[in-house]
């Protein structure tokens, strides 16, 4: 099992930024793809981006690329996602997701998620 806790979502102006985090705790942390998703109300729960175990890959939504990056630090057991430049389009709950493989992360086929983050952006 794997326990994905989010923080750092709140309420910005438009091109503002946030930096969110994941923590996992239970089992190794390190060979865990990890990424992260946003739902709006009504909507589907969308890709925003993932990154990869071992050798380093990060996968990003075309919406969110140039403006979000995600990292990951095994050492403290926690994801992040640096988000720049917000636009209201980005308004949704954050959700972080985990699972064996990447292909799986990115599909939105994880195993393990997080309960999110409502991050608010206003024009």
């Known amino acids: 099992q794997v326990q994905l806790v989010e923080s750092g979502g709140g309420s910005v102006q438009t091109g503002g930024s946030l930096r969110l985090s994941c923590a996992a705790s239970?089992?190794?942390?390190?060979?865990?793809?990890m990424g992260w998703f946003r739902q709006v109300p009504g909507k589907e729960r969308e890709f925003v981006a993932a990154i990869s175990w071992g050798v380093v890959n990060t996968y990003y939504a075309d919406s969110v690329k140039g403006r979000f990056t995600i990292s990951r630090d095994n050492a403290k057991n926690t994801v992040y996602l640096q988000m720049n430049r917000l636009k209201p389009e980005d308004t949704a709950v954050y959700y972080c997701?985990?699972?064996?493989?990447?292909?799986?992360?990115?599909?939105?086929?994880?195993?393990?998620w997080g309960q999110g983050t409502q991050v608010t952006v206003s024009s």
């Open positions: 997701a985990a699972d064996r493989t990447v292909r799986a992360v990115v599909a939105g086929e994880s195993a393990y």
């Open positions: 239970g089992r190794t942390f390190s060979i865990y793809a």
